[in-house]
């Protein structure tokens, strides 16, 4: 599987278009390394058109997350509807991940923690 990416900034915005499952998030762990491998280390996941995401794709994304913050990174999520962001209350996975309302927001995030 492919995935739509476009880059603000230093910030590569990678959309996930179906359900996040294994076999997609399978195919997200090997981009994200790919990603890595070549310098990205700030990435948002787009999640604007998932309406489900099944543990092993969260347990992708917690160990993505740790690879961006290993090189001075970070890995966020953007857009999620309603139903996805209780998915991540409800695991306490926001208090770990960031969820932004907008990609605006997470460049402005970027711009501050390079800055610090």
Known sequence: MKFNT?????????????????????????YVDSLLKSG?????????KIDYINSLALG????KMRACR???????IVNAIEKI?????LTKLDQIIKIYDSEGDVV???SMIENQ
Do not use: H, M, P, Y
């Not at 990205?40 to 604007?48: E, G, H, K, S």
């Not at 992708?60 to 160990?63: P, T």
């Not at 290993?70 to 966020?76: E, H, I, S």
């Open 85 to 89: 962001k209780n998915i991540f209350r």
């Open 108 to 110: 402005k995030k970027i």
């Open 6 to 30: 476009r880059e603000i900034g230093r910030l590569k915005i990678i959309d996930v278009e179906r359900e996040f499952t294994a076999q997609v998030g399978e195919n997200f762990r090997e």
């Open 60 to 63: 992708i994304i917690l160990s």
């Open 40 to 48: 990205v280390i700030f990435i948002a996941v787009n999640l604007d």
């Open 70 to 76: 290993d090189r001075g990174g970070d890995l966020f």
